[in-house]
């Protein structure tokens, strides 16, 4: 019989002050939490956090048909691994992190949110063009008026062995999961469901940089399968620019710094598969981008469908930084962008529009196969 304790298992506190000591008290026994579908405490079918939910190394938070709401008051991710956060400038490694969906599971931004977008978007009440993003902290004292990692949905940073599964993220006020230095690793069964807005009061209100995935700094042996739905900015992006900013700052877009720190810094081996009907609304479904110093290797992009209504497709950019691109079995309406790669492999490919389906330099160390241009 599977033993877990429940945060209904306390009857005073907040919602978010109940589930964190039911992963305290389960990281000294069971070493697993279940959220479910309904708190018997307050008899609401939704867990409204103030807070992100914080999960120690080997140690396991399933979620059972629930559903998790950030609340106005929150500033913070839905998720995070503990050794990380704001002022923690020295990350310590964790082991086997592992957050399960089962049944229908919807993580939901705020209705009213206090911070949104990236760390170059300021916050506005009444946002406009492409450097500001909602949020009702905009002009208030005190208060950080730029976004960050604190806007992202999920953030695992320096975790060795982690399962991310079964979830559906909704209007999130950032970036949807970020992997930082992380390694050894499964994503699967997730969809993403933004509108690059919220609602307020009847108003629509624009929300900036509600990526998918950000695969980052130091990630290594990933694999990222059964994915779908739209993001605004790019549905995934691998890799990261070196901005200079250490740890636990509040404007920089990762938790764990954006200091490259050398080869141990690069990203290899990452696996993305079987992603269905798969869009960015603004811009790329899939980037990949070795800025600078950072290197990546060996990228598998298999089985994809990217939907029409994505903005752009497949770009990778930098690409003389990249060894080891290979691409199979992909439907796209956007052109193919590899320019100046020395090391990949594309084949089974269909391209649905004019112009060349592929912009690659072949080579001996080049292939193209079966690479073809269906016109709508």
């Known amino acids: 019989m599977d033993i877990y304790i429940s945060p209904n298992n306390y009857k005073s506190g907040t919602q978010s002050e109940r589930i964190q000591r039911a992963i305290k008290d389960a990281k000294k026994t069971t070493g697993k939490v279940v959220i479910p579908r309904f708190d018997v405490i307050t008899k609401m079918d939704v867990w409204l956090i103030d807070q992100a939910i914080l999960l120690p190394g080997d140690f396991e938070l399933e979620l059972n048909n629930c559903k998790i709401k950030l609340s106005d008051k ?9 050794n990380s956060g704001l002022g923690v400038k020295d990350i310590a490694p ?4 592992k957050v399960v969906g089962v049944g229908n599971v919807l993580l939901e931004g705020a209705s009213n949110p206090r911070a949104t977008g990236d760390h170059n978007k300021t916050l506005s009440l009444n946002p406009v063009g492409f450097g500001q993003s909602f949020g009702t902290d905009a002009g208030k004292p005190n208060e950080n008026q730029k976004g960050g990692w604190r806007n992202h949905a999920i953030i695992l940073a320096y975790v060795d062995g982690f399962q991310i599964s079964g979830i559906t993220l909704k209007d999130y006020h950032g970036h949807g999961l970020v992997m930082e230095r992380s390694t050894n690793g499964v994503v699967k069964d997730i969809t993403f469901d933004v509108r690059q807005a919220v609602n307020v009061a009847g108003i629509k209100k624009q929300i900036l940089n509600q990526d ?3 695969v980052r700094f130091g990630c290594k042996n990933i694999i990222i399968s059964n994915i779908k739905g739209k993001s605004g900015d790019d549905f995934i992006n691998i890799g990261l620019t070196d901005t200079g900013i250490e740890a636990g700052k509040e404007n920089v877009n990762v938790v764990s710094g954006s200091v490259y720190a050398g080869e141990e810094d690069n990203i290899s081996n990452i696996y993305l598969q079987n992603w269905q009907d798969f869009y960015s609304l603004s811009h790329r479904a899939i ?3 070795p800025v600078g110093r950072l ?3 060996n990228v598998f992009i298999e089985n994809m469908i990217i939907s029409p209504l994505s903005k752009k497709g497949l770009e990778a950019e930098f ?3 990249i060894k080891g691109l290979f691409v199979r079995n992909l439907v796209s309406n956007h ?3 590899a320019k100046g790669i020395t090391e990949a492999c594309f084949r089974d490919i269909f391209y649905i529009g004019e112009g060349d389906a592929i912009d690659v330099q072949q080579s001996n160390m080049v292939v193209v196969d079966n690479v073809k241009n269906v016109k709508p």
């Not at 929150?74 to 503990?82: G, L, M, Q, T």
């Not at 964790?94 to 992190?97: A, E, F, T, V």
């Open 335 to 337: 052109q193919l962008k």
């Open 295 to 297: 290197r990546i290797r």
């Open 94 to 97: 964790l082991k086997n992190i």
């Open 287 to 289: 980037r990949i981008m």
């Open 74 to 82: 929150c500033r913070d991710n839905f998720i995070r691994s503990a």
């Open 212 to 214: 998918g995935m950000g």
């Open 319 to 321: 690409a003389e930084n």
